[in-house]
């Protein structure tokens, strides 16, 4: 079976992270079910029964994006003011490829109050379809009763309903979007620029450079979020004081959203009568440490602890590892990233797991959010870490004291030992 060494796929940022995986689940489950992927080294290794030019011909011939639809968010593309682009394109489309995708648009669109919507003067369009979205969590139900299966991987990554509220995981921010980032509608925006608006042999150039990291001359302006902090833009973020207009490889963007539909969320209970617990996998509250840029005032949306293995493992068992996604110490659940570095330096993870990158999901441009590389933890035996054991319930406190009465030496020293 042929290994390809996919020099374009790194284990950090998470966007090159997640663009494994969504590179993995796509061959997967569109081409050869026997596929399989590991990491050497901190890069991606796939091995499949397709050759480079097969696997190149896949994806620009047979690849089927996967419908990603967010109709709950502002700026998804379905309400007056949005950018239309991308849903306008899908919609109007002839393209085998995307015959889901314009089934699952065409069911949004015929719900009730967008049909209503549709019938009002424009005048009176605007104010409707913020009526619309005040009603989130109705709109969240009836995706899950009425879209087509197709769609349920991404509900699951970017949502999850409880009985009081809805759960948004830390990975997709708030539901699929990041501010005024929507990750659907650029998604739909990024695949019809290529499909239908890109040069075969751009297309080719782009995504030989998006796999085996190929040098290509020009690529277009597109923002890429929390996820790829180097190329996000703003202030001090390039060679530049300012730049806006980051050049990012489209294809890049579009398997990294596929690859998010692997980290599902779900609810939990630790017995028949306890009220039903969000969870996501290898997610946990964050503590600002362990890391050069930590700071005692930081805002994070909390951490997610990325799994990294060296024996090829199938999409199967990476689902059902992620599926699980948890860790324990004892008969505790793993829930704060102190606990979790502790668990994996005590084998708390018996799925052939070799460590962990773990990134921090923090408020550091403005108010928008980067997925910081927070550093690396290998799985393993450690003795130093085995004497925490005594101290476990006192680093447990801080949810029980609020933060401005912990002594300054307490917060100290759990610092140092995050």
């Known amino acids: 079976m042929p290994e390809h060494i996919l020099h374009g796929c790194q284990s950090k940022p998470l966007a090159s992270y997640l663009k494994a995986l969504g590179i993995l689940r796509l061959v997967s489950e569109q081409s050869d079910s026997t596929a399989r992927g590991s990491w050497q080294h901190g890069v991606f290794c796939l091995s ?3 050759d480079r030019e097969v696997l190149l011909d896949f994806f620009l011939e047979g690849y089927q994006p996967s419908p990603l639809v967010s109709p709950w968010n502002g700026g998804s593309g379905f309400y007056p003011g949005d950018n239309k682009a991308g849903i306008e394109a899908v919609s109007a489309s002839d393209d085998v490829r995307l015959s889901v995708y314009r089934e699952a648009i065409a069911c949004i669109f015929n719900w009730p109050e967008f049909r209503e919507l549709e019938a009002l003067p424009t005048s009176k369009r605007k104010a409707y379809g913020e009526q619309i979205k005040k009603g989130k969590e ?9 879209l087509p299966d197709e769609c349920l991987p991404w509900l699951d990554a970017a949502y999850a309903l409880r009985e009081d ?14 501010g005024r980032l929507e990750f659907s509608n650029n998604f739909m925006q990024r695949v019809c620029e290529l499909f ?8 080719e150039a782009w995504l030989k450079a998006s796999l085996f990291d190929v040098p290509v001359s ?52 630790r017995s028949p009568n306890d009220m039903a617990q969000a969870a996501a996998p290898f997610s946990v509250s964050s503590l600002s440490a362990g890391f050069a840029s930590s700071h005692l005032q930081d805002k994070g949306r ?23 996604g948890r860790a324990s110490l004892g008969r505790e659940k793993v829930r704060e990233d102190l606990d979790f570095a502790r668990a994996a330096a005590l084998l708390g993870v018996d799925r052939g797991i070799d460590g962990f990158e773990r990134f921090s999901l923090l408020e550091r441009r403005g108010q928008s959010y980067v997925a910081l590389p927070s550093g690396t933890v290998s799985v393993g035996w450690r003795q130093p870490v085995a004497l925490l054991d005594s101290v476990g319930e006192y680093l447990k406190l801080r949810p029980l004291v609020k933060e401005d009465r912990l002594p300054a030496s307490f917060t100290s020293a759990r610092r140092r030992l995050t």
């Open 218 to 269: 020009s690529l277009p302006v597109i923002k890429v979020g929390q996820f790829d902090p180097g190329n996000a833009g703003g202030i001090n973020q390039s060679m530049a004081f300012k730049n806006e207009d980051v050049q990012s490889n489209p294809w890049d963007f579009i398997f990294m959203l596929e690859g998010t539909l692997l980290f599902a969320s779900a609810l939990v209970r």
């Open 302 to 324: 909390g951490e997610v602890w990325m799994p990294m293995w060296s024996h090829p493992a199938t999409v199967r068992e990476l689902r059902r590892l992620l599926g699980e």
């Open 48 to 50: 499949c029964r397709m």
């Open 196 to 203: 239908h608006k890109t040069p075969a042999d751009l297309q």
């Open 138 to 146: 109705r709109i969240l139900q009836r995706c899950r009763s009425t």
């Open 165 to 178: 509220k809805a759960f948004f995981p830390p990975l997709l921010g708030t539901g699929g979007n990041e």
